[in-house]
């Protein structure tokens, strides 16, 4: 059972930057999973952010982050990252990661496996 564990959320002021961590326990993430971050804003249906393949040759973004947001992951650390430039008020919301088994369909989030908790990021204008 693989646990994941969010950080680095906070309050930024619009423009600025953040960078999201999630780290693994309870399994690895050498090569063997997928993963995605989703964000939930109050009043507002979970979205999809980004996704990066198991080699991390291979990434995608929503639109609206496209240009702004990064995604990174180094498998020897267990460790995912969401470099989030540029942000805006609209960006305000509860980022999750997620680990799923799959290659595909990884803008869903009903085909991932397992879940963090998340962290809060705020920016204010």
């Known amino acids: 059972q693989v646990q994941l564990v969010e950080s680095g959320g906070g309050l930024v002021q619009a423009g600025g930057s953040l960078r999201l961590s999630c780290v693994a326990s309870?399994?690895?993430?050498?090569?063997?999973?997928?993963m995605g971050w989703f964000r939930q804003a109050p009043g507002k249906e979970r979205e999809f952010v980004a996704h990066?393949?198991?080699?991390?040759?291979?990434?995608a973004y929503a639109d609206s982050v496209m240009g702004r947001f990064t995604i990174s992951r180094d498998n020897a650390k267990n460790t995912v990252w969401l470099q989030m430039n540029r942000l805006k008020p609209e960006d305000t919301a509860v980022y999750c990661c997620?680990?799923?088994?799959?290659?595909?369909?990884?803008?869903?989030?009903?085909?991932?496996?397992?879940w963090g908790q998340g962290t809060q990021v705020t920016v204010s204008s």
């Open positions: 309870g399994g690895s993430l050498s090569s063997y999973y997928s």
């Open positions: 997620a680990a799923s088994n799959r290659n595909s369909g990884l803008r869903s989030a009903g085909f991932y496996d397992y």
């Open positions: 990066i393949s198991r080699s991390g040759g291979s990434t």
